[in-house]
């Protein structure tokens, strides 16, 4: 046992810290692509570039919650 840490207990601290980071990750990619790319709002380009941009947020949050799912489902 390493540094007195419960297996268990590092597990559940280990599914933590990656539904955090992941959550994280998809937040900060996300805010980047809408705010500093311009793809949140339709301003002076084609409305069809915010159209996908929202339709891939979508698909990738379904993903992102199919994710935590499979990680706080798991018993590893």
Excluded: H
């Excluded at 599914?15 to 002076?44: H, Q």
């Excluded at 380009?45 to 706080?72: C, D, M, S």
């Amino acid at each position: 046992m390493e540094g007195g840490w419960d297996p268990e207990i590092r597990k559940y601290f280990l599914k933590i810290l990656n539904s955090i980071s992941m959550g994280l990750l998809w937040l900060m990619a996300m805010v980047t692509a809408g705010l500093y790319f311009e793809l949140a709002y339709a301003g002076g380009k084609p409305i069809i570039y915010t159209v996908l941009f929202y339709v891939f947020l979508a698909g990738t949050l379904i993903l992102l919650i199919r994710y935590y799912y499979r990680v706080w489902k798991s018993k590893k």
